[in-house]
Each structure stands twice: as C-alpha cells, then as structure tokens.
C-alpha cells in the first residue's frame, strides 16, 4: 500500500464549476502538507501550503488538511479551462525537506 | 527573482553511458531536492542536499549519486544507464532547514535508447 493515496481521475468539470480533489494517507509523521499544479511537461507548480490541520484559502483556492482522518482536500471554485492540469498532493515530515507524493489526479475543465 | 533552473532540458543518452544534470536554486536557497518521475512510479524522491551534505537518500541505486557545491548549485550524476532510466528528473529548492515551501524546476527529461 502506498503512504498516499490519490486518486487518478480524470476528473471532468465544466467551466465555473467546483474542483473537488482529495488525498489520503497512512503516515501520522506527515506535518508538512503541499498542493502542487502540473501542466504536460512542464515542473510541479506549487499551489497551497499548509501546517498541520485546519482550513487555508488563496483565491480561488481552499486546502483542507484533517490528521485525525489522514485526509488532504483542495477546492479549486469558479474553474476555468486554463485549470486543466494534474494536481499532486505532497507531504512532508518535521525534519527535512523530502516530500512524499501522491500518484496526481487529472482535471479537465471544459469551455 | 529566477526561479530553479535546470540544464539541460533534454537529453538522450545510450544505455551503458553516464550523465549529469544540474540544477541552480532560486537564490538564498541552501536546501536542494532531486526527484524522478515516470508514468508508471510517478514522483520518486531521490536525495536531499542541505549546505553541501546529503540528509536523505531515497531508494534508488547506487548508480545514482548527486552532490552540492558550496553556493547551492546540486549536480546529480547517473552512471551505467539503463532503459528504465528515461524519465523526468526535477530539482526542488527550499529556503527553510525542514518542512519548507518547495519550488520546482522545469526538469530535465532523459531518454535512454
């Protein structure tokens, strides 16, 4: 079993719509929590950034981190078809830099 | 401010040859990352530079190796190729010791023929 799970998709939304995405995970050492955007070829962009358990938003964008259920949610609203991506959940622990990720979920928004 | 640049973007080498890649960090930065990605494995951890020493080694083998230099830029180097070996390989820079936001190169895709 993988330390993070995610969900391949793809996930298909029409424009403006709410993108709902998702991880779990099995390590309770996990403090660190990451969103990262990756379009074809190109390197992970990194979206959100959160500390431990609670609610962050930046514009159109909420994550969600909830350790006592080992569950990671991102909320992407008003979607628009320039957010057609795979989106990567990370994670990291208290020491170091070394970042575990999920396998991505792909998102298709259309016009 | 630039962000991490990697160089080269593209190569294709020939099963049995060696390589090496490099990757400058956005400035101030000290911590270095290297990470694998292929469609099968995803984004595979590789090693961790911190002010020119390695912290964590992923599971790969010993064919693959990285350093630091002592104004952050990280090369890593992977001898004997093998076909398996083709596939995406980013570079991550952080400012923070641990648990730091992490930023991503463009990468450098390596095909193995």
């Known amino acids: 079993q993988k330390e993070v799970e995610q969900d391949p998709g793809p996930l298909s939304v029409p424009e403006g719509a709410i993108v709902s995405l998702n991880c779990t995970y099995s390590?309770?050492?996990?403090?660190?929590f990451m969103w990262y955007r990756q379009y074809s070829r190109k390197g992970p962009e990194l979206l959100m950034y959160t500390y431990s358990s609670g609610n962050k938003e930046d514009g159109r964008f909420t994550a969600q981190v909830d350790k006592s259920s080992k569950y990671i949610s991102l909320f992407i609203r008003d979607s628009q078809p320039s957010d057609s991506a795979t989106y990567l959940c990370a994670m990291a622990r208290a020491a170091g830099n070394k970042l575990t990720f999920g396998g991505g979920t792909r998102v298709l928004v259309k016009p | 401010k630039a962000g991490v640049t990697q160089t080269p973007r593209y190569l294709i080498k020939t099963r049995g040859q060696q390589v090496t890649l490099s990757c400058s960090p956005i400035s101030g930065h000290r911590s270095v990352s290297w990470y694998q990605q292929t469609p099968g494995q995803g984004l595979q951890f590789l090693f961790e530079y911190f002010s020119e020493t390695q912290r964590n080694k992923g599971n790969f083998p010993g064919r693959f190796s990285g350093r630091q230099f002592s104004n952050s830029r990280s090369e890593m180097n992977v001898s004997t190729l093998e076909l398996g070996d083709s596939a995406l390989y980013l570079c991550?820079?952080?400012?923070?010791?641990?648990?730091?936001?992490?930023?991503f190169g463009p990468g450098t895709r390596l095909t193995v023929t």
């Open positions: 991550a820079s952080s400012l923070a010791f641990s648990g730091g936001e992490q930023y």
């Open positions: 390590n309770s050492a996990f403090q660190y």
